[in-house]
Structures are given as structure tokens and as C-alpha cells.
């Protein structure tokens, strides 16, 4: 995973639109 874990706990949190493809 690129990002930290606190990068992911957030994500799953609450699911940004942009952050939610990393790979785009």
C-alpha cells in the first residue's frame, strides 16, 4: 500500500471521491 494506515483508516471512514482510486 502506498499510503499509511492512517490514510486507509480514513478512507474507510469516509470514502473521498478522489482519494478512492489511488491508482488513477
Not at 7 to 14: C, T, V
Amino acid at each position: 500500500t502506498a499510503h499509511p494506515d492512517g490514510f486507509e483508516a480514513e478512507f474507510m471512514d469516509k470514502p473521498h471521491p478522489l482519494r478512492a482510486n489511488p491508482s488513477g
